[in-house]
């Protein structure tokens, strides 16, 4: 297993040299402060990435594990939340490694290995982050969020808010309903 310190891109031209089924093992541990302007990182991404030879370009299989700095969608405090991602994806060469002639483009830019034959995994991580964080990410299940009346963050403390008998959000439903079937 080869250590790869601080960084998702590898060089692979000795892999795309190598025999079909050819793999390496590469422990990744990774320091950046983000992965995209939307996820902000808390810490250093980990895992291993598993490169194979196949007969068009790399397999790769991943594990990567980290923590993001969200926003709780009911109380709008930041928050960090730890992620662990897998994923098998095939990457392909941009430029033959035995001639130098350029070679058809992937369709994903993502799973491109560039002309200095390095295979880079931060965007590819990214999407894959991206897809694992919840829509509406939540500081902790019994968030109490923010007051809508004057919106003070309620886990904090109770408001000076008096609370508005009428204003229940379906109240005005109810004068439709007529008094019988109630």
């Not at 969608?73 to 035995?98: K, N």
């Not at 379906?170 to 109630?182: F, I, N, P, R, T």
Request: charged share 25%; net charge negative.
């Amino acid at each position: 297993m080869i250590k790869a310190q601080n960084m998702l891109a590898h060089n692979v031209a000795v892999l795309l040299k190598s025999s079909l089924g050819t793999a390496r093992t590469l422990e990744i541990d990774e320091t950046r402060e983000n992965l995209g302007t939307d996820l902000p990182l808390r810490g250093p991404l980990r895992g291993k990435a598993r490169f194979t030879r196949t007969p068009s370009g790399i397999l790769t299989r991943c594990r990567i594990t980290g923590v993001v700095a969200l926003e709780c969608a009911r109380c709008l405090e930041a928050f960090d939340w730890p992620f662990e991602v897998s994923f098998e994806e095939e990457f392909f060469p941009s430029l033959s490694i035995s001639t130098g002639t350029p070679l058809p483009p992937s369709e994903d830019d993502a799973l491109r290995i560039d002309e200095r034959h390095v295979l880079d995994l931060a965007e590819i991580t990214r999407q894959y982050v991206t897809t694992a964080v919840p829509i509406q990410p939540v500081c902790r299940p019994d968030c109490a969020g923010l007051c809508p009346g004057c919106g003070t963050n309620l886990n904090a403390g109770r408001c000076a808010c008096t609370p508005d008998p009428q204003a229940k959000p379906l109240a005005l439903l109810a004068g439709l309903l007529d008094k019988d079937e109630v």
